[in-house]
């Protein structure tokens, strides 16, 4: 493969097409050490501006995919369904959703990541519940989907290993923003899950990773047709990510606002996001009939306490603190607090997400490298929403500190990140669009 | 610059322009190991879609430039000015061209290379002569330079490491193939030996590493430029490469041929070739006053012996059989002779120069991988031309092989890269255009 991997670079840098074999075989010699780390940038820089076709993609989805062992959960014979975010502020959706969806009927095998930049991540809201275990060998996972509907644990070195090595390569040679390399990398960790069907929640905005719409629909079409290719049933859901989501940014406030959705509470953009992504869970699973029968199925199980039952099943089996399930209040935040006045009377119109991220990232919410520890008592209160009244000198935000951290800096920067106007804003609607396969598209 | 690199790659990435301090930054921080061969990999990729702007690339060729030391030949106050080939097949015009320049009064320090792929390299023809030494301690070529007039070398250690290092990632990473990367590595190399001027004989056509006029136009024009904005002065000669320059291809044959123009005899188009870049040498350093005046002082430097008493000193400077020189007949070949005959009467149209070359590295002239031996005694005879006329089954081409070697392979491929045709070819002139730098320019 070392003088052919030449041939290869040199095919796709001038606009050629890689056969499947090919694609492959490049993976698997790359994992063996027969292909550089210079020679698979060079090859990723030539992606970067020739792209991939959709079977390229497949192709290379299935070779990173089979560099690791895939979870077998053919022991469940009901349809498994999973939902990715492209990564939002606020995003704690996952945790809510995954018990909702299961107590429908749909098994949710979930792995997640950590934070990383200015998004947070699943697991380290989760590790916020005392106990909560987010290492799980892969058959106690296997176990506790089966028994309990879901189960949410981190990437094992065994999923996808070629995706991880590619992805860190990717990350230090500018070669991250391209469709078919961010295509072939979710899909081939989702897919390693052992799932029939994905929705995919494609963030837009400030917030999010794809700024404009256009790039958000580019990528949801190509994760349906690819993923579709591959044989999953796949559907995305295109939702706005300009201002934070929900009321708060951080790991405990997180994971309590996820919970009190379960408890029927919680901001209504939350469920909102919810409910829209469960629906389209449980219409690709088949047992919703239309995405209303779905947003009434999953209503229904938040009001007779099934899906709480499901997370209570959860947190037990992975060794959290059940109590918190029942009381989320629990989940108690850093004790220092700093409020952001509005400056003037007004509404605000917008809170940037990137840098309200960001601001959490810096107060030790997040991590701006992945060796780097988060605190689950640090965050942010959206005190006011965008779109909400303000009076001059009342409290937008709040900021949840340790006593020793010093908060004016937080407070400036988040203070730049609202805007205001005398006239109420027109609201956006959260979801923009539902992109689901072809028919007969598998 | 870890981090940073990431920044510089995508601006390269996205059509933007890297500050010369910035270029300089990532070569030194490459070669200080902060910049890794992956990075370095994707930005060259990046390079080669985006292309380097001239002020780029004057920056890269002097940051590789600097990266090691440069000769300092400034004990010689002459105007020093030497030529680079871009490679062809039977191209020994630096052996006879140096000892001429120098007679005329330019001394022409040369830093040459060995012979990669299908095309010869001067050092490996030199070394042909018993004795004779391409490694020789810089202060000693700066002695030879001054004294003797011209000095042939191997690339040092110490000449422009960072090219070195940056050609070895481009040649397994697909990114060869690209003009302001090329400029940058021809010129690194040749401004360390101290030069004031040089002229670049850009070869054009199946021989050649540019196949189209075009592509060799682009490429010598860009050599000017830069050089020039190098702060040199610059020429270059676009020069025909379908056929072998000359009768001979190997390494004893070629620098016999190539001293026998020193005699005042030798082939028309070898000599031709070096009355050109000649007298475009002699043009830069203000010799000559007109590229005939040029012409006519080589040519006098033959006549009058002064061009081969330049060699007989250079050779005996570093270490070589001097009886060579004024025999070049010594320079002999191996004994096993394979003729391969013309089938049918008529001219020969054409003698492809790439299959001609790849024959003689098959044979053991060249080198297909850097740390091979080269055999001096193998090689090539043109007995005709193309352009002159044969009878059916006389010979055309003579191979000189071992005892032990079998003709049959090598003869069959020779055979079937000569065309004929019953009307003799118009031949096509030799030089297709020279490009001189603009007038005040530097």
Known sequence: MS?????????????????????????SA???????????????????????????????????????SVVSLEHITAFKVDKHSTGGVGDKISICLAPMVAACGAPVPMVSGRGLGHTGGTLDKLEAISGFQTHVEVERFREIVASVGTCMIGQTREIAPAD?????????TATVECIPLIVASILSKKLAEGIDGLVLDVKVGRGAFMKTETDARALAEALVRVGTQAG???TAVLTRMDAPLGRTIGNANETREA????????????????????????????????QEDGVNRLR??????????????????????????????????????????APVAGYITGMDA??????????????????????????????KKPGEHVNAGEAC?????????????FAARIAKAISFSMAGPTPLPLVIDTIRAEPNAT
């Open 397 to 409: 935000v709040r900021l949840y500190l340790e006593a020793h951290q010093q908060g004016d800096v």
């Open 259 to 290: 919970l009190e959705i379960l408890h029927g509470k919680g901001p209504s953009d939350v469920l909102e996001c919810t409910l829209v992504l469960g629906s389209e869970m449980l219409l690709l699973a088949g047992i919703a009939s239309s």
């Open 164 to 172: 991880k090595r590619i992805y860190a390569l990717r990350d230090v």
């Open 232 to 234: 999953k049933k796949v």
């Open 300 to 341: 229904a199980c938040i009001k007779d306490g099934s899906a709480l039952a499901v997370m209570r099943k959860m947190v037990e089996a992975q060794g959290g603190d059940v109590s918190v399930v029942d009381d989320p209040s629990k989940l108690t935040m850093a004790e220092q607090t700093v409020d952001i006045p």
């Open 3 to 27: 003088v052919r991997i030449v041939e290869l670079i040199a095919r796709k840098r001038d606009g050629g097409e890689l056969a499947s074999a090919e694609i492959e075989g490049i993976i």
């Open 354 to 383: 990137l840098e309200f991220g960001l601001t959490a990232v810096a107060m030790g919410a997040g991590r701006s490298r992945a060796d780097e520890n988060v605190n689950p008592r640090v965050g942010i209160e959206l005190l």
């Open 30 to 68: 790359f994992m063996q050490g027969e292909i550089t780390d210079y020679q698979m940038s060079a090859l990723l820089m030539a992606i970067f501006f020739r792209g991939l076709s959709d079977g390229e993609t497949v192709a290379l989805t299935e070779a990173m995919l089979h560099s690791g």
